[in-house]
């Protein structure tokens, strides 16, 4: 059974960065979609960030982009986004997800699709 595993979420300053990571084991890695979306209290998922790891070919949701960048350390099997930048209205639990048919890729957020997501990591980020 695949499994992701979410960490380095935290309080934080507006302005400040954080990193988050996401371990994954029982899902191949090489040429694989992954994904970060996040949920805040009260509000919908939002799909922020997806790579592929076979070329590194990326895409962000205009609210993060130019802020977060995401990417892979391959030897950890570990998918990272930073986060710089950090805005009061980013704080939310925010979840990697694997993607196999790599809809999140084009900005399609198909929830069903998604073959497994983590338990979360919280980020609070104070103005």
């Known amino acids: 059974q695949g499994r992701l595993v979410e960490s380095g979420g935290g309080s934080v300053e507006a302005g400040g960065s954080l990193t988050l990571s996401c371990v994954v084991s029982?899902?191949?890695?090489?040429?694989?979609?992954f994904s970060w979306f996040r949920q805040a209290p009260g509000k919908e998922r939002e799909g922020i960030a997806a790579?592929?790891?076979?070329?590194?070919?990326?895409y962000y949701t205009d609210s993060v982009k130019g802020r977060f960048t995401i990417s892979q350390d391959s030897a950890q099997n570990t998918v990272l986004l930073h986060m710089n930048s950090l805005k009061a209205d980013d704080t939310a639990t925010y979840y990697c997800?694997?993607?196999?048919?790599?809809?999140?890729?084009?900005?399609?957020?198909?929830?069903?699709?998604?073959?497994?997501w983590g338990q979360g990591t919280l980020v609070t980020v104070s103005s």
């Open positions: 029982g899902f191949t890695f090489v040429n694989q979609c």
């Open positions: 790579l592929y790891t076979g070329d590194g070919m990326t």
């Open positions: 997800a694997v993607d196999p048919v790599c809809n999140t890729l084009v900005n399609k957020w198909y929830w069903n699709a998604l073959a497994a």
